[in-house]
């Protein structure tokens, strides 16, 4: 009976310190960086703000002001949101969406008007860098589309199939605002990740996609941009948005960039990483090395089994603390409140339905709702990895205590057992099984979902995936996916381990002779 | 003494247990008979507190058994059910102590009360270190009834014990137990429709009849001078 109990103690106590250990490992820079204050980057998930992101970053660092990129972080939405909360010091944004998150709607305001409104933020407007990137609709100039030239054709081509991308679906100034302009109301478009439609144009499978002017590859496919002929897009000149705190040396140092980035640079820079694969840090650096006298030489792209080496290195600590203090927080927090939900009938429906809703929410949109109260990074993506492990550990754990036998509870009632030795030497021991079935269920969703926690900047293996999508760069997906994917296959092993350590021997060595008893 | 006071138990209305009235005084040996679907274990869920009568009360030595005084009065129970209900986690001889272990006894008087059960019951102390699913139902129930003795109860409640077990150890532990249970002073209620299995547990018999009390006597009584048609039927169908 003590050696069960020390048992117990035992898997609990090592769990703590292995918490522990990695969560000072991987706060440890963080604690290094506190003292001189370090500007953050923020970019959106797609080349062009992943290359200005990095260009931005490599011009601080040139101006000896240390800085970060925060990159490839969600939509525009969540980008917004990090600079209003001081997530981030800058990201390079294009005045169209600005006013768009400024005023939710799309008027033209005046240079000024800008200024003024985003100073209510606490923001001020940073260089502009010299090209502008509207949206556009892009078609193939053979084919179904041969003969379309402009947006309201549109209106009588019931036959071609439209995929865009799901922001350019959802916002007022992208397809809404569009379809109502154009009386489109009828078509209904596809959703589907920006990085993948070029893809899918060119094999065949849509007919149309959103574009920004931008693109290297309308040039490269020889695509056609559709004639805005009512004029709908508004103007997406490409700019810094930063916080008014920022230092005079670092708001100095990013306005050496002003009207440095023609159109043809930044569609030569959006082909070198979109069609020539390299990353947008490369490209950056080429720009940047381009600005110095030494001039740019591209360096040999590294092996994937290295750069696969460099992501665990990088995000491998930073994905195991989000998956396992979350998933220690859920246990801690979960079986008790198994217990209780056990033990009162009506609570527990109450607890177990709580849980099963919060367990529907999609994991985007749970980081979206976090980040207004805790901002972005590693906490909202904790919080979130929490409330999707609390379900399968809470609910296991009352289905473990369901599971006791009415004989063998009653026995331990009759035998007039406290409630804490029923509790821990009976009941949690009898129901071990199933709860650590249940921790196990939630690691493994965890593993996954960890994956999205890079959309909001917490790191982890989604951030090769994230900027991998966004570059359409199935090489670097495949450096985030193969980490995640056999992390999950570690975990099944970790917990096979972890039930000859936790559940009793009795149970175990019963248990198999049932199972050979089954087995013909 | 255990005393039940027009205890009744209704399940729906036309399933009610009781009201019965029934003194056991200390010392005694009492079987609750019967077929199936009686009442009798009911009645003796009623008195372990397993169940609460909807009308009625019991009593243990005068006083009425409420939550503070059933924790007193089972720390004083031995009880043992048919399917033995040893946890299944725990080794035998764990199973055994655990109770003891609970009551905070020294560890050498612990041991020293396992060899005695572990002889009184015919166990080896190896087999005490299997786990129950590596024992036979009988010896199941050997050790399930180590544990209901472990703390010398003064109040010995028996449901169905052997119930469970083939013929021939059914048989042998009849005897055994019956020999047992006649060399220990506590208060016995036992639960049986095996009215020869009633006999070797018990002096006084208690045959239940759709929830109530049809005749209450010793073993000679009831054969001799059965009450009813009921008894009659009950004694023939249990055989000479």
Known sequence: ?520 | MITLAGVTRRFDDANVVGPVDLEIPTGARVALIGPSGCGKSTLLRLVVGLAVPDAGHVAVEGARLEPASLSVFRRRVGYLTQDAALFPHLRCVDNVALRMREAKRPSDVIEARLDELASLVRLSRDLLRRYPFQLSGGQRQRVALMRALALGPSYLLLDEPLAALDPISRRELQEELGALVRTLSATTLVVTHDLREAELLADRAVLLRAGRIEQDDDFPALRATPKSDYVRDFLRAAGP
């Not at chain 1, 478009?189 to 893809?199: Q, R, S, T």
């Not at chain 1, 004029?231 to 008014?244: G, I, Q, T």
């Open chain 1, 1 to 520: 009976m003590k050696r069960m109990k020390r048992l117990f103690l035992r898997a609990c106590v090592a769990l703590v310190l292995g918490m522990g250990v990695l969560v000072s490992i991987c706060s440890k820079p963080a604690i290094a960086h506190a003292e001189t204050p370090v500007v953050r980057v923020g970019s959106k998930r797609f080349p062009e703000s992943l290359i200005l992101g990095e260009i931005a970053v490599a011009v601080l660092r040139r101006a000896g002001v240390p800085a970060e990129h925060r990159a490839g972080l969600g939509g525009t939405a969540i980008v917004w949101t990090a600079l209003q909360s001081n997530a981030i010091d800058l990201y390079p944004e294009y005045t169209g969406s600005l006013v768009h998150n400024l005023l939710g709607d799309d008027r033209r305001l005046s240079p000024e008007e800008l200024t003024a409104a985003l100073a209510k933020e606490d923001l001020a407007v940073g260089p502009h860098l010299g090209f502008a990137n509207t949206y556009a609709l892009a078609v193939k100039k053979t084919g179904k589309t041969a003969d379309l030239l402009s947006i309201s054709q549109l209106a009588t081509r019931s036959d071609l199939v439209l995929g865009f991308s799901h922001e350019f679906i959802g916002r007022d100034d992208g397809w809404v605002g569009l379809s109502s302009r154009y009386g489109l109301g009828s078509l209904a478009p596809k959703g589907l990740d920006h990085g993948l439609a070029y893809d899918a144009l060119g094999a065949g499978s849509i007919d149309l996609t959103d574009a920004y002017s931008t693109d290297a590859r309308i040039a490269r496919m020889d695509l056609r941009v559709l004639d805005d002929d009512r004029a709908f897009f508004p103007n997406y000149d490409a700019m810094l948005v930063m916080r008014r705190s920022l230092s005079v040396e670092a708001t100095r140092a990013l306005a050496t960039l002003a009207g440095r980035l023609t159109p043809e640079t930044m569609r030569a820079l959006n082909a070198a990483v979109e069609l020539d694969g390299r990353t947008p840090a490369e490209a950056a650096e080429r720009f940047t090395d381009d600005l110095s006298p030494r001039g740019g030489v591209l360096r040999p792209r590294p092996s994937f089994l290295s750069d696969l080496l460099g992501v665990l290195r990088a995000e491998g600590p930073r994905h195991l603390m989000l998956v396992f203090v979350s998933l220690l927080a859920a246990v801690l927090i979960g079986v008790p409140l198994g217990i209780l939900a056990h033990a009162r009938r009506g609570l527990g429906r109450l607890v177990l339905g709580l849980a099963g809703i919060l367990q529907t929410i999609p994991s985007l949109a749970m980081l979206a709702f976090l980040i207004p109260v805790f901002g972005i990074g590693v906490t909202p993506a904790l919080c979130a990895l929490f409330v999707y492990a609390l379900l399968p550990i809470v609910r296991n754990t009352v289905v473990g205590l369901d599971e006791v036998p009415t004989a063998q509870r009653e026995a331990a009632m009759v035998m007039d057992l406290s409630v804490s030795t029923r509790l821990l030497q009976i009941d949690l021991p009898l129901a071990s099984r199933t709860i650590l079935a249940g921790v196990k269920t939630s690691a493994i969703i965890n593993v996954g979902t960890a994956t999205i926690a890079a959309f909001i900047g917490a790191g982890g293996f989604g951030v090769p995936i994230s900027t991998g999508l966004g570059l359409s760069d199935t090489r670097m997906i495949l450096l985030g996916a193969i980490p995640a994917a056999c992390l999950a296959i570690a975990l099944e092993g970790l917990f096979f381990v972890m039930d000859r350590w936790s559940v009793p021997e009795g149970l175990r060595l019963e248990g198999r002779q049932r199972d050979e008893r089954q087995s013909p």
